[in-house]
């Protein structure tokens, strides 16, 4: 009888630190230690949420924008770095496979990206978002197939979406046809009022349903105070309250926990890892259920260069020209165009004869 797998997972809904990226690093490293005090295994994050979601631009137009933008910049983690190696250092210390949302500067560019450190410690997965949505396009640039992976960690295959990731069903299928098991889903929060609440979760216990996976989702949350401090304008304050949807739903696509909607706090549930076997003998989207003959994704996952540079092959030494017949052609044409299977040796004596 195949023995039981449990795993405890966590995911976090807490508020950034507006003011410092440090100050949400050490946010984010305490919530893993408290995580893992709750037995966690996995701890999931929000949305960019180092060192914080670009709120600013969905509430103010581009030509307003820059100064938030410059300060988004130098605040932004790079990979591999300072950010990253005190993530992994907590993740190793607690023996915890962490999932954060970073703002990515790479360059001269951002980008929506997801770190999946596993239990040791190690990056085993970084992956941007593929298109950023509206407003967003303004801040970050645009990910590649290469992040379309599921990676084997300490607690099963995770996959990873990012926001309205979830609403491209190709991107999804593409994690559900590498057998996720753990689908990691972030969103910011605090965006939009419970419109986007909603439609989180409805999107989140679709996938789960439909890869028969269980979802972990985190979204992130803002106190009044930041709200303020973002926007001092009472009509496009409330566009930046509401929209959260910290959830943990089963492969049957039930909460496994109530969700949690406001406020800060740490959900925490145990995941009967049998459950996907469960969902997928009675509908395996790439399995039994599919009908890859009829339909199927193909997916270039190749990472994208702005350049590629052509070496070129080594140039081989002339071969040297093979020496003439000692004798011109007679009328024996068999010796000049051997008979297939003749052997060498009765070749080269006619050859012979002919000269003689």
Known sequence: MTEKRT???AAVQI???????????????QAIAEAAAKGAALVVFPET?????????????????GADHLTLYERAVVVPGPVTDAVAAA???????????VNERDHGSLYNTQLVFDADGSLILKRRKITPTYHERMIWGQGDGAGLTVVDSSVGRIGALACWEHYNPLARYALMAQHEEIHVAQFPGSLVGQIFADQIEVTIRHHALESGCFVVNATGWLTEAQIAAITPEPGLQNA????????IVSPEGKHVVPPLTSGEGILVADLDMGLITKRKRMMDSVGH????????????NRPAMPMTTMIPAAIPAATPPAAPLEQEHTDHDDARFPIPGEPAHQRVAILRHQAG
């Open 7 to 9: 795993v405890r997972v």
């Open 15 to 29: 508020a950034p630190d507006l003011d410092s990226a440090d100050g949400t690093v050490g946010r984010v490293c």
């Open 49 to 65: 949420f180092v060192p914080y979601y670009p709120y600013f631009s969905f509430v103010r137009p581009p030509v307003l924008a």
């Open 91 to 101: 993740a190793r210390s607690h023996g915890v496979v962490v999932v954060l949302g």
């Open 240 to 247: 930046l309250r509401g929209g959260c949807m910290t959830a």
């Open 289 to 300: 259920y599919a009908r890859p003959e009829l339909l199927s994704l193909r997916l270039d």
